[in-house]
């Protein structure tokens, strides 16, 4: 499964992460175990202390840590990847994977 989120700056400054593909195929595998997230909304002061750990948060909150084989990338509005969200606390950790390779 891929999923590409989409990240956008409120006019408040927040953060609004949301999924753009692949929505219907994790809301079927997600939907029997927990609610599905529509998306995830940070403040700057939230992102900018997570910057470390925003893949950890990130998978979490859509559900996915839990699953195997999920590949996923965050564009930004203009359609570039950011690449924020591909750092993760267990990066140091053996080979960088959690729960799942992404």
């Avoid at 840590?65 to 267990?90: A, C, H, M």
């Amino acid at each position: 499964m891929h999923i590409v989120f989409l990240e956008r700056i409120l006019e408040d400054g927040r953060y609004e992460i949301s999924i753009r593909k692949g929505r219907e195929e994790l809301k079927n595998v997600i939907g029997r175990k927990y609610q599905f997230p529509e998306k995830l909304v940070l403040t700057r002061e939230q992102r900018e202390e997570n910057k470390d750990c925003l893949k950890d948060i990130l998978t979490g909150a859509f559900c996915i840590q839990d699953l195997e084989n999920v590949t996923y990338e965050v564009k930004n509005v203009n359609g570039e990847i950011l690449q924020e969200y591909y750092r993760s606390l267990y990066d140091d950790v053996g080979d960088g994977v959690r729960f799942f390779k992404g």
